[in-house]
């Protein structure tokens, strides 16, 4: 079946430019998370959606930095007036439920680069 | 959560199993220990995990010692598309912290 599906694959953006990523979770899943990866780091958690809701936003770096979830699945992570600093890859995962021991199923990412 | 140590990379041969041992002393009761890989340019990928008991799939196999407190990931017969970074992180939740992983480079 259909994995996690991310759009775009590529996104050039000017430093100050808003930019929308989008995320097409398995369907059925009712967990989603959005993280990102700067080069050469580790993945860092950004945002935890159940359903609609988003009980843990901790990771989102700053306020420029939003997302939301609609009818449970599809998700958009926004970013304004964008920064050099917000270039990295962005991964979207959706799993079964947001429990102990599922199995998290991540997309192929977003690059994003902001010149 | 609690803390891992993984070695940063490993050499293996083509059709040699690898054995890629992680450290976590200050692993929780309730934490789950996953383990999840990384491919040059793609979005990390499920491998395994376990609690207490050791876990065999057709991937890997996930030794857990019996203090719980280190594990050790087993790929039975190394392949080149086993080169990646390998991360072992324990969760007792929804969030995985992703450490700095073991690059695993499998020589043909």
């Known amino acids: 079946g259909a994995g996690v599906s991310q759009s775009p694959s590529n996104k050039v953006t000017e430093k100050g430019k808003d930019v929308e990523l989008r995320c097409d979770p398995i369907s059925g899943h009712t967990a989603l998370y959005w993280y990102r990866q700067s080069l050469g780091q580790g993945l860092e958690f950004l945002i935890y959606f159940q359903g609609n809701s988003a009980p843990d936003k901790s990771g989102l770096p700053s306020d420029r930095f939003s997302a939301e979830r609609t009818g449970g699945s599809v998700s958009t992570l926004t970013i304004q007036r964008t920064q050099q600093e917000d270039s990295a890859v962005y991964l979207c995962a959706s799993s079964l439920t947001g429990g102990l021991s599922t199995e998290a199923f991540f997309g192929q990412g977003t690059r994003l680069t902001v010149v | 959560d609690a803390k891992t140590t993984q070695p940063n990379s490993m050499e293996s041969n083509e059709e040699e199993p690898v054995h890629l041992p992680c450290n976590h002393s200050?692993?929780?009761?309730?934490?789950?220990i996953h383990w999840y890989r990384q491919l040059p340019s793609q979005g990390p990928e499920y491998v395994i995990h376990?609690?207490?008991s050791n876990v065999n799939n057709r991937m890997a196999s996930l030794a857990i010692a019996e203090d719980r407190k280190s594990s050790t990931l087993i790929l039975h017969r190394a392949t080149l598309r086993d080169a990646a970074v390998y991360y072992c992180i324990p969760s007792n939740d929804y969030k995985l912290s992703f450490g700095a992983g073991t690059t695993v480079t499998v020589r043909a």
């Open positions: 376990g609690l207490t």
């Open positions: 200050t692993i929780s009761g309730t934490d789950y």
